[in-house]
């Protein structure tokens, strides 16, 4: 089982990004994928998750209606679309997978995890 996070970079306050986590070794569809972040010193924190069996999704109250997950079926890839991006918003973005449904308030429930991608906002 193999994720690989990317799309990171630096964006203005109120720009956009789209985090990519490509996935490999396992198949999507019974599986939640999920989006992390840590900010410096700073806990580590859900962001946004998808569930594939049903398609729910479940989203950080700090970033509801800015941050959108998809998922392309045809490159075993999740996104993550950032818009309206804050300060705040600055942190490390990883992406993870557990067998089953989101459960995004519950980091310890999920088994691998990619390399983290740098988000940074700043003018």
């Known amino acids: 089982v193999q994720l690989q996070a990317s799309g990171g970079g630096l964006v203005q306050p109120g720009g956009s990004l789209r985090l990519s986590c490509v996935t490999s070794g396992f198949s999507l569809d019974y599986y939640a994928i999920g989006w992390f972040r840590q900010a410096p010193g700073k806990e580590r924190e859900g962001v946004a998750c998808?569930?594939?069996?049903?398609?729910?999704?479940d989203y950080a109250d700090s970033v509801e209606g800015r941050f959108f997950i998809s998922r392309d079926n045809t490159k075993n890839t999740v996104y993550l679309q950032m818009n309206g991006l804050e300060p705040e918003d600055t942190a490390v973005y990883f992406c993870?997978?557990?067998?089953?449904?989101?459960?995004?308030?519950?980091?310890?429930?999920?088994?691998?995890w990619g390399q983290g991608t740098q988000v940074t906002v700043s003018s």
């Open positions: 998808l569930s594939s069996s049903n398609g729910s999704t």
């Open positions: 993870a997978t557990r067998w089953g449904v989101c459960r995004l308030r519950v980091m310890r429930s999920y088994d691998y």
